[in-house]
């Protein structure tokens, strides 16, 4: 009798039964096996950059500005490091044996001010592999916690586990100030989530090959490994890096001395302190001198101002007004705001301390009663003023709004 060489059914409990030259397969197995070779090998990319239109660094910031309002230093590092990995990457060899090396970014600024956004704007546009990670998980290997490895599975992941396209990827590291030295002084018991993850970036930051456990975690001896180069893999950081302005505070008052001191002390923005941050500053705060070294781009984000508050409500493509209004479009009510809404909105989020995330926040707390009512009362325009405004959010308690 006719049955299955894989898993032994009759041709009676299988669909169909397919007949090789020794043996048979039925549809249950053949599916199977697609699913297995679907995981195993992926849909596999080869990256070519012969065929991508190479976006100059003027263009890509003129795409960050459909979407990010301001940060315009900042726009221009990233859209430069981005371009200058894409030359890297298709640099041939050639007589003068001259090699372009990477060079690591490192994004300083307040809650709020848009260093995650910038990131998953460039994910948008670009050809090749791109993830954020968050470093509040990491540990030191042997320790409760992600392996510092595991930030190369996500891109793994995203490259459907291509490791010659991971090896020319993108990695953003998110919060990277919370692994920061918690003391001056060298602790007798050991900093595993501090200065020893720190410790563990550094050969991913400057480049070798390291074995990573393909789903990520704990690394254990039976699992298989993925030996990945992070030679070409551009690391851009970023970090609120909360208090660093008293330590470039203390650096400004102890460089002014002498005959032009009152005149410097004059140019210094007060309010604005994070414009003048250098690396010893980042060591200051806690950054071991290697990891500062293999940053060696330093820049800074600008504190959120009220211009470019109001404009992050209303410019952007995803800007926060469009999507409530959308949200309404989908129950077929039109959707407007006075005017004040938006300027009280705006204040509330300046009062708060919360950046970009506060209009969010102040937002929703507004719409909340709205969105519920609306789709069932049968109305077809709305519109949301001042007064409307200001009861609502009399009615909640702002203080959990409030930044300590």
């Known amino acids: 009798m006719d049955k299955c060489s894989f898993c032994g059914r009759t041709k009676k409990e299988?669909?169909?039964?397919?007949?090789?030259?020794?043996?048979?397969?039925?549809?249950?197995?053949?599916?199977?096996?697609?699913?297995?070779?679907?995981?195993?090998?992926?849909?596999?990319?080869?990256?070519?950059?012969?065929?991508?239109?190479?976006?100059?660094?003027?263009?890509?910031?003129?795409?960050?500005?459909?979407?990010?309002?301001?940060?315009?230093?900042?726009?221009?590092?990233?859209?430069?490091?981005?371009?200058?990995?894409?030359?890297?990457?298709?640099?041939?060899?050639?007589?003068?044996?001259?090699?372009?090396?990477?060079?690591?970014?490192?994004?300083?600024?307040?809650?709020?001010?848009?260093?995650?956004?910038?990131?998953?704007?460039?994910?948008?546009?670009?050809?090749?592999?791109?993830?954020?990670?968050?470093?509040?998980?990491?540990?030191?290997?042997g320790y409760v916690?992600?392996?510092?490895?595991?930030?190369?599975?996500?891109?793994?992941?995203?490259?459907?586990?291509?490791?010659?396209?991971?090896?020319?990827?993108?990695?953003?590291?998110?919060?990277?100030?919370?692994?920061?030295?918690?003391?001056?002084?060298?602790?007798?018991?050991?900093?595993?989530?501090?200065?020893?993850?720190?410790?563990?970036?550094?050969?991913?930051?400057?480049?070798s090959i390291v074995n990573v456990p393909p789903q990520g975690g704990r690394k254990h001896p039976e699992q298989k490994m993925i030996p990945v180069d992070t030679k070409n893999i551009l690391f851009i950081c970023g970090g609120a890096f909360e208090g660093i302005e008293k330590r470039i505070a203390q650096r400004l008052n102890t460089q002014v001395i002498g005959y032009g001191a009152s005149r410097k002390r004059e140019r210094i923005d007060k309010n604005n302190l994070l414009q003048y941050i250098a690396p010893q500053d980042l060591r200051a705060y806690g950054m071991i001198p290697e990891i500062v070294g293999r940053l060696p781009v330093l820049s800074h984000l600008d504190p959120l101002d009220r211009k470019t508050l109001r404009d992050i409500l209303t410019e952007p493509k995803n800007a926060i007004v469009k999507q409530y209004k959308k949200l309404f479009r989908m129950d077929n009510i039109d959707l407007t705001f006075g005017e004040g809404v938006l300027d009280f909105i705006v204040d509330k989020s300046i009062e708060y301390?919360?950046?970009?995330?506060?209009?969010?926040?102040?937002?929703?707390?507004?719409?909340?009663?709205?969105?519920?009512?609306?789709?069932?009362?049968?109305?077809?325009?709305?519109?949301?003023t001042t007064d409307y405004a200001i009861r609502k959010l009399e009615r909640i308690d702002m203080k959990v709004l409030k930044a300590s």
């Open 14 to 141: 299988v669909s169909i039964l397919i007949a090789g030259l020794e043996g048979h397969i039925c549809d249950h197995c053949i599916e199977q096996a697609h699913s297995i070779m679907n995981e195993e090998v992926g849909s596999r990319k080869n990256i070519s950059f012969d065929t991508i239109n190479l976006l100059k660094p003027a263009e890509i910031k003129n795409f960050l500005d459909q979407y990010v309002m301001g940060q315009d230093m900042a726009k221009k590092i990233i859209s430069v490091a981005v371009y200058n990995h894409y030359k890297r990457l298709m640099q041939k060899p050639d007589a003068d044996d001259v090699e372009i090396e990477k060079s690591n970014i490192i994004l300083v600024g307040e809650t709020g001010t848009g260093k995650t956004l910038l990131a998953r704007t460039v994910a948008k546009m670009l050809h090749v592999p791109f993830t954020i990670v968050d470093a509040t998980v990491l540990t030191e290997a």
């Open 145 to 207: 916690g992600e392996d510092i490895e595991s930030l190369l599975t996500r891109l793994l992941q995203n490259a459907d586990y291509d490791v010659k396209a991971a090896e020319k990827g993108i990695v953003f590291i998110d919060e990277i100030d919370k692994i920061a030295r918690k003391g001056d002084n060298p602790s007798i018991t050991r900093d595993v989530s501090g200065e020893g993850v720190q410790q563990g970036l550094l050969k991913l930051l400057e480049g």
């Open 353 to 384: 301390k919360l950046g970009a995330r506060g209009l969010r926040a102040i937002c929703e707390a507004i719409m909340l009663d709205a969105m519920f009512d609306a789709p069932s009362s049968g109305i077809q325009e709305l519109t949301i």
